[in-house]
């Protein structure tokens, strides 16, 4: 039996969350502890917290009570972490006081600060025991590579700035160097995220870094550009997350087109009224991203936009929501995820007048998602009759599981593969194919290998 120290972890929340708990389990492995299965089998319990949403509020909330409940030894890290009630107390603290430490997001010297107080390091720590990619929570053959911390806008709807700061990005070699050893270990699809990621370097003035003996400048063009380079070596994908619509944007589309990085742009819109994009204080109007979704297409044409959308924000009357619904429908926006506003406790959305009742926000909600399923299905219709290479997420005996460079993992469609009696040769996960598309619905392409 083994006589080390064995943690469990939980982590709720976002990809960006998702890499702080990366980071985490990366420092415990190397400082020799072990990560429990159960919590009956662990010695400590963390907990990585979401606290964006009242629902994610909640789910934290209650993950935390059944660690307490199951295990007794908790450590609360992430977003939720840095919630103060009105009268400025610990937020977490006040519904769950047996924690033992409470900490906010991005977190690490703070959360080991933590470990080491309540489960001393079981030996002096042997770094080679850990690989040089980190230890992932994600499948082997995808990861997440986080470039900056928090962000710079005020958006009257969010609390992320007052939890995780404003931006700080990581200096470029550093990440470059991450991603060429994702790649090296196996990684075959690497998404860029952060809060901004069009905003990357603004904090440095686009400071000059190092890779490979050569000058390279913080922003996102020469970031992207690198990425995909390092992409054709290792036979991998780039995509790109949580890009707001600036201007320079533009520059990473012939990068697309070149096929050095996915022709996947992710654009958190938010809404298209001009009004309703003031009272949420967002960049750029509906207009000028018109104008620049159709010039993306015209270099791009092969481009997947996805993006985002609140409906019932404060003050939305019935003709802005109309208004973004023929947005939507010129657009004609590739993946769209919307969202019913949800009040969150601190943000300044809360003091506008105009309130709209929670069944209109839902019903509006239903409305633009029924618009979105029949522009979604006539754009993966088109799709039908021709070939594409996919990246296999499952494989079965009769069938495979894949997405296209149009679909990120977990958030958009797949690409169903039948497989015939003729076809029996040995299919893995992480393995590019090429696929024959031969039928679509609203979402998921179906399709047979080639």
């Known amino acids: ?57 909640q789910e934290s909330l209650d993950a935390i009570g059944e660690a307490l409940a199951e295990n007794g030894k908790v450590i609360v890290t992430g977003c939720l972490g840095a919630k103060k009630d009105v009268a400025g107390n610990d937020f977490v603290q006040q519904i769950h006081p047996k924690v033992l430490a409470v900490t906010g997001p991005h977190a690490l010297a703070e959360v080991m600060e933590a470990v080491h107080q309540h489960l001393p390091k079981p030996h002096e720590p042997f770094i080679d025991l850990v690989p040089p990619q980190g230890i992932k929570l994600t499948p082997k053959h995808y990861a997440y590579l986080k470039i900056s911390e928090g962000c710079n806008h005020h958006c009257t709807f969010c609390i992320i700035p007052s939890l995780r700061g404003t931006l700080v990005s990581r200096p470029i070699g550093s990440v470059l160097q991450e991603a060429e050893n994702l790649f090296a270990s196996g990684v075959r699809e690497l998404s860029v995220v952060s809060q901004d990621t069009g905003a990357y370097g603004v904090d440095i003035k686009y400071r000059t870094g190092f890779w490979g003996g050569k000058p390279v400048k913080t922003n996102m063009a ?23 619509p600036y201007p320079h944007v533009d520059q990473i589309i012939p990068l697309m087109s070149e096929g050095r990085v996915l022709p996947y742009l992710d654009v958190p819109l938010q809404h298209a009224h001009p009004d309703v994009l003031k009272r949420m204080q967002r960049p750029a109007s509906a207009e000028k991203n018109m104008e620049r979704i159709a010039a993306w297409r015209s270099i791009c044409p092969d481009i997947t936009i996805r993006s985002t959308f609140i409906t019932g924000f404060p003050g939305e009357t019935e003709a ?56 979604s299905r006539e754009r993966l219709q088109a799709k039908v009759g021709t070939t594409m290479r996919i990246l296999l997420d499952e494989v079965g005996p009769r069938s495979a599981i894949g997405r296209s460079p149009a679909d990120a993992p977990e958030i958009d469609g797949v690409v169903h593969v039948k497989r015939t009696l003729a076809q029996r040769r040995r299919l893995n996960v992480g393995q590019f194919v090429t696929v024959k598309i031969t039928g679509a619905d609203a979402y998921d392409l179906r399709a047979e290998l080639m």
Not at 25 to 53: K, M
Not at 332 to 342: N, T
């Open 320 to 375: 802005e929501f109309e208004y973004l619904l023929d947005f939507v429908r010129e657009a004609k926006i590739d993946r769209l995820g919307c969202f019913a506003y949800s009040p969150v406790e601190g943000a300044p959305a809360n003091e506008l007048p105009g309130a709209v009742p929670e069944e209109v926000r839902e019903e509006r909600r239903a409305r633009l998602m029924q618009v979105q399923e029949a522009i």
């Open 1 to 57: 039996m083994s006589n080390k120290k064995s943690i469990g972890f939980v982590s709720l929340g976002c990809p960006k969350a998702l890499v702080d708990s990366e980071q985490i389990i990366t420092q415990l492995r190397a400082e020799g502890y072990e990560t429990a299965n159960s919590y009956q089998g662990a010695d400590l319990v963390i907990v990585n917290t979401c606290g964006f949403i009242d629902a994610a509020v």
């Open 222 to 244: 020469q970031l992207a550009g690198a990425l995909g380079d390092l992409a054709a070596k290792y036979d991998a994908w780039v995509r790109m997350h949580y890009i707001y």
